[in-house]
């Protein structure tokens, strides 16, 4: 499905997430990048040596999830936007996700917005906790929105 419509499936995206026990010990990094590209910021922008060193520069990122805490830094400086950051212990109803958004305008905090798959359909409201907008560093604002934790591995993204 990817190679067709840029869509990973159900099974690519199992793939890249960590264990249910990871995702209950707090925020961790998802990379969804599953086609071999010359690429590495990722690996150059992990200070904990969570995402391991690339052999070659065309290899897909492998990320210890044990090592990982969540800080974000791989998000801004992945050029692709595949990668984000999963809190799966925000609360009992709901995961913090935290995506790179480059659209503008920005959503403002406390507002709620629609939900979208990967596809780009609506799937559910969230709720934009925080926005992170480093027009300094020049990198890409990060969105972190409370999803309904059944909608987990489904909200990739949303639309005001």
């Given at each position: 499905?990817?190679?067709?419509?840029?869509?990973?499936?159900?099974?690519?995206?199992?793939?890249?997430?960590?264990?249910?026990?990871?995702?209950?010990?707090?925020?961790?990094?998802?990379?969804?990048?599953?086609?071999?590209?010359?690429?590495?910021?990722?690996?150059?922008?992990?200070?904990?040596?969570?995402?391991?060193?690339?052999?070659?520069?065309?290899?897909?990122?492998?990320?210890?999830h044990?090592?990982?805490?969540?800080?974000?830094?791989?998000?801004?400086?992945?050029?692709?936007?595949?990668?984000?950051?999963?809190?799966?212990?925000?609360s009992?109803?709901?995961?913090?996700?935290?995506?790179?958004?480059?659209?503008?305008?920005?959503?403002e905090?406390?507002?709620?917005?629609?939900?979208?798959?990967?596809?780009?359909?609506?799937?559910?409201?969230?709720?934009?906790?925080?926005?992170?907008?480093?027009?300094?560093?020049?990198?890409?604002?990060?969105?972190?929105?409370?999803?309904?934790?059944?909608?987990m591995?489904?909200?990739?993204n949303?639309?005001?």
């Amino acid at each position: 499905m990817l190679e067709g419509t840029g869509v990973p499936t159900s099974g690519q995206i199992d793939s890249v997430f960590p264990s249910d026990e990871r995702l209950s010990k707090g925020p961790v990094a998802i990379i969804e990048c599953y086609q071999n590209i010359p690429c590495n910021p990722c690996y150059t922008a992990c200070n904990r040596n969570a995402i391991k060193k690339f052999e070659d520069i065309n290899d897909l990122p492998e990320i210890n999830h044990d090592n990982c805490n969540g800080c974000g830094l791989c998000i801004a400086n992945c050029p692709g936007l595949a990668i984000m950051v999963v809190d799966a212990g925000y609360s009992e109803e709901e995961v913090l996700i935290k995506i790179p958004y480059e659209f503008i305008p920005l959503p403002e905090q406390g507002s709620i917005v629609k939900g979208l798959n990967r596809e780009g359909q609506y799937i559910c409201d969230v709720k934009v906790v925080k926005v992170i907008n480093s027009k300094a560093l020049d990198r890409t604002p990060i969105v972190s929105i409370a999803v309904p934790r059944e909608y987990m591995k489904v909200v990739r993204n949303f639309g005001m």
